[in-house]
Nanobody, 112 residues
Framework: QLQASGGGLVQAGGSLRLSCAASGSIFSIGIMGWYRQAPGKQRGLVAS??????TNYEDSVKGRFTISRDNVNTVTLLMNSLKPEDTAVYYC?????????WGQGTLVTVSS
């Protein structure tokens, strides 16, 4: 129901764009966001955006990542100045009517 795309391998300092689209079966989406999980670590919030466009970022990505709500069902994460520590599986999330929906995860690998 959430389809994520855009991961890959990039050198440190490079950029990647992640996109996520929710299917039409998910109604009344409020917040959409991106989480990530690195090996041996817990999944944590990277960035989120409300339906009105209010954004929230994890401290380590502020100034480097930009989240945007392209429309009510689509969210994009533009990642600039990538660092090796950004390497993780990135998951798209949508909150709708009290339910959390998750995408399948897309791997981002940043080489030094």
């Amino acid at each position: 129901q959430l389809q994520a795309s855009g991961g890959g391998l990039v050198q440190a300092g490079g950029s990647l764009r992640l996109s996520c689209a929710a299917s039409g079966s998910i109604f009344s989406i409020g917040i959409m966001g991106w989480y990530r999980q690195a090996p041996g670590k817990q999944r944590g919030l990277v960035a989120s955006v409300t339906k009105s466009g209010r954004t929230n970022y994890e401290d380590s990505v502020k100034g480097r990542f930009t989240i945007s709500r392209d429309n009510v069902n689509t969210v994009t994460l533009l990642m600039n100045s990538l660092k090796p520590e950004d390497t993780a599986v990135y998951y798209c999330q949508a909150v709708a009517a009290g339910w959390n929906y998750w995408g399948q995860g897309t791997l981002v690998t940043v080489s030094s």
